[in-house]
């Protein structure tokens, strides 16, 4: 019975954790999608962007699975920023999931943004600023998750034991 109780309210908190995650990563998705035409184009009129903004985007885009070597150039990186329909920006942030980022995908986006904050990227750009804090949003999750499940694959019980 106690084992049955200790997974209830496991799972409880887990889904409850899990909710809250989504709200925030929800809250930054729809940031994104407000950005106005100005604000889009003012990062696609970039011919040599600020390094951060290089940065931002870098990370940003290896989150939503386009692999590091096809943006180690602003102009790679501008090919992913200017897709229309469903392959635009926009679009495949709406669409990512979470439980499709890897933890070692996190830890390298985390690795290109780990000397810059909030406040410098909004000086720099403030459309750059919306993709940094959903992308730190992001990781912090992905992080959050893998060591939850680690949590849990590391205790005592298991589905297995009723």
Same mark, same amino acid.
């Given at each position: /019975?106690?084992?049955? #109780? +200790?997974?209830?309210? *496991? +799972?409880?908190?887990?889904?409850?954790? @899990? #909710?809250?995650? #989504?709200?925030?990563?929800?809250?930054?998705? &729809?940031?994104?999608?407000?950005?106005?035409?100005?604000?889009?184009?003012?990062?696609?009129? *970039? %011919?040599?962007?600020?390094? =951060?903004? &290089?940065?931002?985007?870098?990370?940003? #885009?290896?989150?939503?699975?386009?692999?590091? $070597? &096809?943006?180690?150039?602003?102009?790679?990186?501008?090919?992913?920023?200017?897709?229309?329909? $469903?392959?635009?920006?926009?679009? +495949?942030?709406?669409? @990512?999931?979470?439980?499709?980022?890897?933890?070692?995908?996190?830890? /390298?986006?985390?690795?290109?943004?780990?000397? !810059?904050?909030? =406040?410098?990227?909004?000086?720099?750009?403030?459309?750059?600023?919306?993709? !940094?804090?959903?992308?730190?949003?992001?990781?912090?999750? @992905?992080?959050?998750?893998?060591?939850? =499940?680690?949590?849990?694959?590391?205790?005592? !019980? %298991?589905?297995?034991?009723?």
């Amino acid at each position: /019975m106690a084992v049955c #109780l +200790r997974l209830v309210i *496991y +799972r409880t908190l887990t889904t409850l954790w @899990v #909710l809250k995650s #989504l709200g925030q990563i929800e809250k930054m998705r &729809h940031a994104i999608m407000k950005l106005d035409q100005r604000t889009v184009a003012e990062i696609k009129n *970039y %011919s040599s962007p600020p390094e =951060e903004v &290089h940065q931002v985007f870098k990370a940003t #885009l290896l989150l939503l699975g386009t692999p590091l $070597n &096809h943006t180690e150039k602003w102009l790679d990186c501008l090919v992913h920023i200017g897709k229309l329909g $469903n392959a635009s920006l926009k679009r +495949r942030i709406n669409d @990512v999931s979470i439980a499709y980022i890897s933890r070692e995908t996190a830890d /390298m986006a985390g690795l290109i943004l780990q000397s !810059y904050s909030k =406040e410098r990227i909004q000086d720099v750009s403030s459309g750059a600023a919306a993709f !940094y804090v959903w992308s730190v949003k992001v990781i912090a999750e @992905v992080i959050d998750k893998e060591e939850d =499940e680690d949590d849990f694959a590391d205790s005592e !019980y %298991s589905e297995d034991d009723y």
